[in-house]
């Protein structure tokens, strides 16, 4: 029998969470879609959660990753900060690093 070490990591500060698995994918949506609405859709995720989450990771970071602009006649949109992207990078880069860690770890038990 295999098994497999599972795990789930967040950045906090003093003022909360700051990034983690579902907020990263979230951000990522963002950029990819150009729009918090669409992010939301294409994450099963109600736009007012979307809108919350967004809102305390700019909140709990020193600098925004999501800029939002109104509509009008050129339409509205949301992009993601070169701050947001490379916090995007610097948690998926810890995130496979603790996977890594942990799939090493595994190695060294026996059940």
């Keep these: 029998m295999s098994y497999k070490i599972k795990s789930r990591i967040w950045i906090e500060s003093e003022n909360g969470v700051f990034l ?27 736009y007012k959660k979307a809108w919350k989450l967004v809102d305390s990771i700019n909140k709990t970071a020193k600098e925004p990753l999501v800029i939002t602009s109104t509509g009008g ?13 490379k916090m ?9 690093r603790c996977w890594t860690f942990l799939d090493e770890e595994l190695k060294q038990v026996s059940f």
Excluded: C, P
């Design 88 to 96: 995007i990078e610097e948690f998926d880069a810890i995130n496979k």
């Design 20 to 46: 983690g698995e579902g907020r990263v994918d979230l951000l990522k949506a963002i950029k990819q879609t150009g729009s918090l609405s669409k992010a939301a859709h294409h994450l099963e995720m109600s």
């Design 73 to 85: 006649k050129g339409g509205g949109g949301t992009h993601i900060t070169t701050y947001g992207e």
